[in-house]
């Protein structure tokens, strides 16, 4: 397994090329179950739950190829690799357990499948370090569509052999990948749905609006309500994946953190509506730029309160960093992550560090303080391993964070990113890691 060594101490000072998001890029990727046309993608990014969807897609009979493109929207300031995606013909609608397993947001093949295919065999994700991550609403939501479904030896089985029918179901919470689901199961259901009480983030946007771009009659883009006019088919499309906000809003936190000057490119400022101002509270400058945004320090780092909330709040993927960035405030900060049950596990490490933090429930009181002192830490989960990283960055002395194949799922090429920025910082290579059923989130 790898592990990423830091020395302390240096400003984040330079130029940072944001990808495309994660987030937006599996449910993308998902949605070319719809159609017997290929589907291509700019700005796919690198990363290995990227590689655990486009496993899972081919082995339900997806062919995916690659090719180099030059982006004439004028997006992107560099050339990105476009990718196909061409479900001409789906060989098995059954994803198995050990595909499943390696990344939750596999659950998304279940809407396209019952949609084209009129059934799908999937494995229960089951749940990861954050929390149980139930897929209730997810089914209720298909039921509410006419899917039958049942639940057998750790499998979710659907069938709708009639097709899907339109209706009206209220979400009695918000998911992000629930509302993702069965926006694609509607595209293709007979009628009209609507969908109330749907999650807003720009990720779930960029599925819809990709969703029109192959023929989906959808409106209330943006909005809590999506209404959506099935078709009979879809086609195929051409579509560039947005710039990953979360990655954006890290390596943000990591110029404050390190009262550097950092320029990030190929990404936008409103994607971050709560928080931008909440990081400019805490101390950042925050420049907006014609394809992103500068980010440089006031010199102080105040204590702020943050909570987490469904989009447009404070993400909660930003929440384990901007617990870092508090590590060193001057001045106090209650954090209180709203959204799942589990996702304190970076505090002890944090502590490891010399973090003054301590958990009540959902709410951690953190109490910056001058110093922290390098140390061996553990990654647990995607967020919280890079919220170890950016301790590390102002942390005296060396840092060697381990695990760190749960960086990999959502970040990519961290190190090479940092130190292209100024900072002393390494991977050392162990061996290949296969996690033996290591669930992830
Ligand atoms: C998505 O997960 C993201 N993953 C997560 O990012 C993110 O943390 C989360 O949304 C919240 O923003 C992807 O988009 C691939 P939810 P998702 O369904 O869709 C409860 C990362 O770090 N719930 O919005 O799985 C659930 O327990 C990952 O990139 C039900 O009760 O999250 C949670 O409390 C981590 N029943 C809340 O809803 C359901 O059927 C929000 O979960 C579904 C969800």
């Known amino acids: 397994m790898d592990k990423i060594r830091i020395i302390g101490g240096r400003p984040l000072k330079?130029?940072?090329?944001?990808?495309g998001a994660k987030n937006a890029a599996l449910p993308l990727m998902a949605a070319s179950l719809l159609t017997d046309e290929p589907v291509h993608?700019?700005?796919?990014?690198?990363?290995?739950?990227?590689?655990?969807?486009?496993?899972?897609?081919?082995?339900?009979?997806?062919?995916?190829?690659?090719?180099?493109?030059?982006?004439?929207?004028?997006?992107?300031?560099?050339?990105?690799?476009?990718?196909?995606?061409?479900?001409?013909?789906?060989?098995?609608?059954?994803?198995?357990?050990d595909l499943v397993r390696k990344m939750r947001a596999s659950i998304l093949v279940l809407g396209p499948l019952l949609a084209r295919m009129g059934q799908s065999v999937i494995s229960m994700p089951g749940g990861c370090a954050i929390g149980t991550r139930p897929i209730d609403l997810h089914l209720r939501a298909l039921e509410a569509l006419g899917a039958e479904i049942t639940l057998d030896e750790g499998y979710v089985h659907a069938r709708a052999p009639k097709g899907l029918k339109g209706t009206t179901f209220t979400f009695p919470l918000i998911t992000v990948t629930g509302t993702e689901n069965v926006l694609m199961a509607a595209c293709l259901a007979e009628g009209e749905t609507k969908l109330i009480n749907v999650a807003r983030e720009p990720e779930v946007i960029d599925l819809a609006n990709c969703l029109v771009s192959m023929g989906a009659k959808i409106n209330g883009i943006g909005t809590d309500t999506l209404v959506i006019e099935g078709v009979d088919r879809l086609s195929g499309t051409t579509h560039t994946v947005?710039?990953?906000?979360?990655?954006?809003?890290?390596?943000?936190?990591?110029?404050?953190?390190?009262?550097?000057?950092?320029?990030?490119?190929?990404?936008?400022?409103?994607?971050?509506?709560?928080?931008?101002?909440?990081?400019?509270?805490?101390?950042?400058?925050?420049?907006?730029?014609?394809?992103?945004?500068?980010?440089?320090?006031?010199?102080?780092?105040?204590?702020?309160?943050?909570?987490?909330?469904?989009?447009?709040?404070?993400?909660?993927?930003?929440?384990?960093?901007?617990?870092?960035?508090?590590?060193?405030?001057?001045?106090a900060s209650m954090i209180t992550e709203t959204i799942w049950e589990n996702r304190f596990m970076h505090v002890p490490e944090l502590q490891r560090l010399g973090a003054n933090i301590i958990v009540h429930n959902a709410s951690a009181m953190v109490r910056g303080t001058k110093k922290?002192?390098?140390?061996?830490?553990?990654?647990?989960?995607?967020?919280?391993?890079?919220?170890?990283?950016?301790a590390g960055l102002v942390s005296h002395g060396e840092t060697i964070v381990n695990r760190v194949y749960h960086l990999d799922r959502g970040y990519e090429q961290v190190e090479n990113k940092l130190a292209a920025c100024g900072i002393e910082i390494e991977r050392i290579k162990g061996e290949p890691h296969e996690p033996e059923d290591k669930r992830v989130a």
């Not at 290995?48 to 062919?63: C, K, P």
């Not at 929207?73 to 994803?95: D, E, N, R, Y």
């Not at 922290?372 to 950016?390: E, H, K, N, P, Y």
Request: net charge negative.
């Open 41 to 97: 993608f700019r700005n796919i990014p690198d990363l290995a739950d990227i590689t655990s969807m486009a496993i899972l897609l081919e082995h339900l009979g997806v062919d995916i190829g690659q090719g180099m493109d030059i982006d004439t929207t004028g997006q992107l300031s560099v050339p990105t690799p476009l990718m196909k995606f061409h479900a001409h013909h789906i060989k098995t609608t059954t994803a198995p357990y």
């Open 14 to 19: 330079g130029q940072i090329y944001i990808g």
């Open 372 to 390: 922290l002192s390098g140390a061996q830490v553990m990654a647990t989960d995607l967020r919280a391993s890079v919220s170890l990283i950016l």
């Open 242 to 331: 947005i710039p990953d906000r979360i990655e954006t809003g890290t390596y943000a936190i990591g110029a404050l953190m390190t009262h550097g000057d950092v320029t990030l490119l190929n990404t936008k400022l409103d994607m971050l509506p709560t928080f931008i101002p909440t990081l400019q509270d805490a101390g950042a400058i925050i420049e907006e730029l014609p394809n992103g945004l500068r980010v440089s320090s006031t010199g102080r780092i105040n204590g702020v309160d943050i909570m987490t909330e469904p989009y447009p709040g404070f993400p909660t993927d930003l929440q384990a960093q901007f617990m870092a960035l508090m590590c060193t405030a001057d001045g």
